[in-house]
């Protein structure tokens, strides 16, 4: 994702959670879904944990960006991706790296208020949710045809978004002690 699009839900997230009546559990229901949306978007391709020291391509046009550490290792989420097959040509992106810090001190508020309690609360009841479905979904699928596979699984862009809005949090106030600013 392009560090304009980070911008923007950065930008929905503090509107959100800024205008959320504390009194109104039902104000917070886009900061729910926002939330996920910011922390894929600042997701390393290749750990897939919320980029620290964020690096991205000079010569390409593909917005993936990867950990400084985890420079050279494979693409779990973009493994397809032509154009950020050279990771030699990444360097510091410092916009990204201001973009990590803001979501770090917007997790931090969130976590710090009065909203936290509501969090846990559609978490648990989102979980069941998950369950029941889940449940549901293995009744109507014959044993025959479940398969385990031996591949190994990629990560993909939409398990992100199933993240618990409390773990987004935690992911953001976990990435602070790894950033480094002076590039």
């Given at each position: 994702m392009d560090t304009e699009n980070c911008t923007n839900l950065y930008l929905q997230v503090c509107q959100t959670f800024l205008t959320c009546n504390y009194n109104d559990p039902s104000t917070f229901e886009e900061l729910y879904k926002l939330l996920p949306w910011l922390r894929q978007s600042l997701t390393c391709c290749i750990c897939s944990n919320v980029v620290t020291n964020p690096m991205s391509s000079t010569q390409s046009h593909c917005q993936h960006f990867i950990c400084r550490q985890c420079r050279g290792g494979r693409m779990i989420l973009r493994p397809s991706c032509s154009w950020c097959k050279d990771q030699d040509t990444f360097e510091i992106n410092q916009h990204l790296v201001v973009l990590v810090c803001c979501f770090?001190?917007?997790?931090?508020?969130?976590?710090?208020?009065?909203?936290?309690?509501?969090?846990?609360?559609?978490?648990?009841?989102?979980?069941?949710?998950?369950?029941?479905?889940?449940?549901?979904?293995?009744?109507?699928?014959?044993?025959?045809?479940?398969?385990?596979?031996?591949?190994?699984?990629?990560?993909?862009?939409?398990?992100?978004?199933?993240?618990?809005?409390?773990?987004?949090?935690?992911?953001?106030?976990?990435?602070?002690?790894?950033?480094?600013?002076?590039?």
């Open positions: 770090h001190k917007i997790c931090e508020l969130i976590k710090n208020s009065p909203i936290l309690e509501n969090i846990r609360e559609y978490d648990r009841k989102r979980a069941e949710n998950l369950k029941q479905q889940e449940i549901s979904s293995n009744k109507e699928i014959s044993p025959k045809k479940r398969r385990k596979s031996t591949k190994r699984r990629e990560v993909s862009s939409n398990s992100l978004l199933n993240i618990a809005v409390y773990q987004v949090l935690e992911d953001g106030l976990d990435v602070k002690q790894s950033i480094d600013l002076t590039g």
